[in-house]
């Protein structure tokens, strides 16, 4: 079935830096990939949605600069969290796929982010 | 936001059928209905989904009321294995299908 990676599984920086996650559909092309973000004992909440070749759209109240996403090709969505602060730290979760809606889509197994 | 209502949490003795609940009132024609379930620390995995009729595959059945108000997730004979977080998703058609994930059900199978 359809496999949706993201890289890295765990991240642990210090306050100030920029963190890359990488998220990639590994057998099929996405124009449109989603990003999340889960807070301990929290529902997933959507961040943003992720456009192959135009700017991303994001959800109110989710900052466009501080959280960047890059859509480069139909296989690879990038989230970059600029500066980040120990606030920040959170579980991050991509999906892909199902770009009607009959179909599924497919989550990537989340990044941990830890900012000290 | 979420279309969804599910109970916080359900236990459910191994070896049994979950029947899980979810209600989704304000659902519109044209809007599926999609579960999912997370394991501690995982990303969500897909498990059913449908419009109208009930639909059964090899991990669970969707039964969906005549109405669509709500939909009952059957898993036919719990495992321990199947003790997550399950989401009952409303697919929002209008605006690019998003996922907007409402609090989940929390299902304990119990040995």
């Known amino acids: 079935g359809a496999v949706v990676s993201q890289h890295p599984s765990r991240v642990i920086c210090k306050s100030g830096t920029s963190v890359k996650i990488e998220c990639r559909s590994l057998d099929f092309q996405a124009t449109t990939m989603f990003w999340y973000r889960q807070f301990p004992k929290q529902s997933l909440m959507l961040m943003a949605t992720s456009n192959e070749g135009s700017k991303a759209t994001y959800e109110q109240g989710v900052e466009k600069d501080k959280f960047l996403i890059n859509h480069a090709s139909l296989t690879l969505s990038t989230l970059t969290v600029t500066s980040a602060h120990p606030e920040d730290s959170s579980f991050y979760i991509c999906?892909?796929?199902?770009?009607?809606?009959?179909?599924?889509?497919?989550f990537g197994d989340g990044t941990r982010l830890s900012i000290l | 936001d979420a279309k969804t209502t599910q109970p916080t949490s359900m236990d459910c003795a191994e070896g049994r059928a979950a029947n899980l609940p979810c209600n989704h009132s304000t659902i519109s024609g044209n809007e599926y209905v999609y579960w999912y379930r997370q394991i501690h620390s995982q990303g969500p995995q897909y498990i059913i989904h449908g419009l109208k009729n009930n639909e059964t595959n090899e991990m669970a059945s969707l039964i969906i009321t005549e109405d669509r108000k709500s939909s009952t997730l059957i898993l036919p004979h719990a495992t321990l294995r199947d003790t997550a977080v399950y989401y009952c998703i409303v697919r929002v058609s209008n605006t690019g299908n998003q996922f907007y994930f409402g609090t989940g059900t929390s299902l304990t199978v119990i040995p």
């Open positions: 999906s892909a796929g199902g770009t009607t809606s009959n179909q599924p889509q497919h």
